[in-house]
T-cell receptor
Framework: IQLTQSPSSLSASVGDRVTITCRAS??????LAWYQQKPGKAPKLLIH???TLQSGVPSRFSGSGSGTDFILTISSLQPEDFAAYFC?????????FGGGTKVQI | EVQLVESGGGLVQPGGSLRLSCAVS????????MDWVRQAPGKGLEWVGR??????????EYAASVRGRFTLSRDDSKNTLYLHMNSLANEDTAVYYC??????WGEGLDPWGQGTLVTVSS
């Protein structure tokens, strides 16, 4: 299953609302996770099952979607949110990741 | 505290072999699925493989790009996961992460180790 993320990069300002999309090449129900990765660090799980916020993740992050189209939304971008974001399908093997979205200032 | 610590990375020549380790503390790996994910320099994430837990017979899944060359194993008594890599090629150069998975479809990988760098070069 191929995952296509868009955009591949975006520029935004503190306080902006940011949306990142992830499209699957076939239906994956809600079996999708979102990760944040900062430079030189391991990825961090933000959202699983498409819309369930991982414990400790700020509520400004939200996920939605089902089937083939998914969205990660950051309601009000904070300085610590500038990072790369990846989606991952956990519906069938091989598990696959989207190409990533780099959120820049 | 839950912690995953990878080790074993380094410089290896094309065609060579390497074994990575992922030492886990804070939970018992026998109860959990464990995954390896890699990231080539400046690139995205690539899932490498999964070792299911004891309850699911320790069965494994692999990405097509590594199947037949890489092997996952684990030593539950040491609470350590291993990635045995053979016939390494330049395109295997990456940071390799281990992460805890789950038997529930749709749940992500959490937590992750800090990664270990493998460089394949002559």
């Amino acid at each position: 299953i191929q995952l296509t993320q868009s955009p591949s990069s975006l520029s935004a300002s503190v306080g902006d609302r940011v949306t990142i999309t992830c499209r699957a090449s076939q239906g994956i129900s809600n079996y999708l996770a979102w990760y944040q990765q900062k430079p030189g660090k391991a990825p961090k799980l933000l959202i699983h099952a498409a819309s369930t916020l991982q414990s400790g993740v700020p509520s400004r992050f939200s996920g939605s979607g089902s089937g083939t189209d998914f969205i990660l939304t950051i309601s009000s971008l904070q300085p610590e949110d500038f990072a790369a974001y990846f989606c991952q399908q956990i519906n069938s093997y091989p598990l696959t990741f989207g190409g990533g979205t780099k959120v820049q200032i | 505290e839950v912690q995953l610590v990878e080790s074993g990375g380094g410089l290896v020549q094309p065609g060579g072999s390497l074994r990575l380790s992922c030492a886990v503390s804070g939970f018992s790996i026998s109860d959990h699925y464990m995954d390896w994910v890699r990231q080539a320099p400046g690139k995205g994430l690539e899932w490498v493989g999964r070792s299911r837990n004891k309850a699911n017979g320790y069965t494994k899944e692999y990405a097509a790009s590594v199947r037949g060359r890489f092997t996952l194993s684990r030593d539950d008594s040491k609470n350590t996961l291993y990635l045995h890599m053979n016939s390494l090629a330049n395109e295997d150069t990456a940071v390799y992460y281990c992460a805890r998975g789950t038997s529930n479809w749709g749940e992500g990988l959490d937590p992750w180790g800090q990664g270990t760098l493998v460089t394949v070069s002559s």
